[in-house]
């Protein structure tokens, strides 16, 4: 059984850092599209990052570029993103998903989800 599983969440003031950790587990996800999508309330699911296949390509939604990182470990099948300098709008529950195809990968039709976890930045 696939999973995806969020954690590293929480209360955050504005200029603050959080690391949202996904755990992958169920088959290997070396070669997948690992995406970050969050989604704040009464809002659409929207883009936040990717990384691509090993790694070496990653692309970011303009409102987070310069202030979010995502990486991975294929030895522990984890991706992380790391937020910092993080603001009052960045308040959303953020999920984690994964996909076969490259092609498209800022549209939320991935294969895999996980349950997502609750980020809220006070000011």
């Known amino acids: 059984q696939v999973q995806l599983v969020e954690s590293g969440g929480g209360l955050v003031q504005a200029g603050g850092s959080l690391r949202l950790s996904c755990a992958a587990s169920g088959r290997t996800f070396s070669n997948y599209a690992m995406g970050w999508f969050r989604q704040a309330p009464g809002k659409e699911r929207e883009f936040v990052a990717v990384?691509?296949?090993?790694?070496?390509?990653?692309s970011y939604a303009d409102s987070v570029k310069g202030r979010f990182t995502i990486s991975r470990d294929n030895a522990k099948n984890t991706v992380y993103l790391q937020m910092n300098s993080l603001k009052p709008e960045d308040t959303a529950v953020y999920y984690c998903a994964a996909k076969r195809s490259y092609i498209n990968y800022r549209a939320p039709q991935y294969d895999y989800w996980g349950q997502g976890t609750q980020v809220t930045v006070s000011s």
């Open positions: 990384l691509l296949g090993s790694g070496t390509v990653t």
